[in-house]
């Protein structure tokens, strides 16, 4: 059970890339960084336009002369002082997610970054390696993956609960874009435009989610080959797509499936992971994420519930409240975001960091899932070959 202490000596200096005035993933990031006294939100770069961007800053108690116009000047100014910042985070659309990146870290900065990380594969292999050269951390942003649960299930499958893995069944499919949302809302219309989204919508946006996920619960589970078939329903978001089913074959014999989709009509939110084995089933839904299925063969179905006794202590150590109360996407941003300042911290002294969390790894794989599913896809759904 965690309390809410801090889990660092001094917080982290912080600041933020976008994530700016009605930016709900900026709020988010913020609630979830500022919540256990890790970081101290000092400077930003919040919004394109540097008056708002200033007088948002403002409202967040950041003082003027930090609130800067672009996140080149604040990289700079924040250098030359004493107090400059550590870390950032970048809130901002897909298509300013590399050149942010690879100049924070040149900057010496740590890296919180927006998934996808950026456009291709080529680009996210050149951030990797820049990780490594700088030593800096880089973490992707994976919230869901910050569920106790998620934990819970990965244990499980590393102990051999589940036996030898058959199925991963994955999908994430909402129905809040079933007809042309983004004709009267800016914050969906970049999303269709290839030149900011990147050369997928769904694939990128939900998809890479419970890839994670799976990646998460099962490290060692590598994929082989996939297929990918993609459609766009709203025949404006061409060449972008609003629906996609990917095949994938792994190392091992087994099989996944993952529905990406916003024109699941009727879904309030359609996130969730099976993961079958040749003994018992694992299933996770997003809906209620306190909560995982497990299913032995002959059995009743068991519904594990997060902090009890017979739990894991890995799964248990994130718990902020007792059983029964509910805990949400918050608490799992928070969660990461601990680490990240864990991680931060351990990496600065020199010492090891011995917890797993959303490396700049896990944005190469997510970018290059998604360059497959659209190879895949533009050969009329063939099978391409993973490596």
């Avoid at 394109?48 to 672009?70: H, K, M, T, W």
């Avoid at 901002?92 to 050149?99: A, I």
């Avoid at 949400?328 to 090891?352: D, H, Q, V």
Wanted: hydrophobic share 40%; net charge negative; glycine share 10%.
């Amino acid at each position: 059970m965690y309390y809410g202490e801090k889990r660092v000596e001094n917080p982290i200096r912080w600041a933020m890339v976008g994530g700016g005035k009605g930016s709900q993933i900026g709020y988010i990031h913020r609630s979830s960084a500022l919540r256990d006294y890790n970081f101290d939100l000092v400077a930003g770069a919040f919004d394109i336009d540097p008056v708002r961007g200033q007088e948002f800053g403002a409202s967040l108690n950041v003082a003027p002369e930090r609130c800067y116009s672009d996140y080149k000047t604040m990289f700079a100014a924040e250098a030359e002082r004493e107090d400059g910042i550590q870390a950032v985070s970048i809130a901002t659309p897909n298509f300013t997610h590399f050149e942010i990146a690879k100049a924070a870290l040149q900057a010496g900065l740590h890296v919180y970054c927006e998934k996808p990380m950026c456009f291709s594969t080529a680009e996210a292999e050149e951030l990797e390696a820049l990780v490594k050269q700088t030593g800096k951390i880089m973490f992707v942003s994976y919230g869901y993956a910050g569920h106790q649960m998620i934990e819970q299930a990965r244990q499980m499958i590393a102990k051999g609960e589940l036996g030898k893995i058959r199925i991963v069944n994955m999908q994430f499919a909402h129905g809040f874009h079933n007809v042309a949302v983004e004709k009267n809302a800016a914050s969906t219309a970049w999303r269709v435009d290839p030149k900011k989204a990147g050369p997928s919508y769904v694939l990128g946006d939900v998809g890479t989610h419970p890839l994670f996920l799976s990646e998460a619960m099962l490290p060692d589970l590598k994929i082989k080959r996939l297929m990918c078939s993609k459609q766009a329903f709203v025949e404006s978001r061409k060449p972008l797509e609003d629906n996609a089913m990917t095949i994938m074959e792994y190392d091992n014999g087994a099989v996944g499936y993952l529905w990406s989709s916003c024109v699941n009509a009727g879904a309030m939110f359609g996130h969730k992971i099976r993961v079958v084995g040749e003994l018992a089933s694992v299933e996770w839904n997003a809906e209620f994420p306190n909560q995982l299925l497990y299913e032995v063969q002959g059995e009743p179905q068991h519904v594990l519930h997060r902090d009890m006794g017979y739990l894991t202590p890995q799964a248990v150590a994130d718990d902020r409240i007792g059983a029964g109360h509910p805990e949400g996407l918050f608490e799992a941003w928070s969660n990461l975001y601990g680490r990240f300042a864990m991680a931060i911290e351990k990496t600065e002294k020199g010492e090891t960091i011995d917890f797993w969390y959303p490396g700049v790894h896990a944005g190469v794989l997510g970018v290059k899932w998604v360059d497959k599913c659209v190879e895949s896809a533009e050969q009329g759904a063939a099978w391409v070959d993973y490596e």
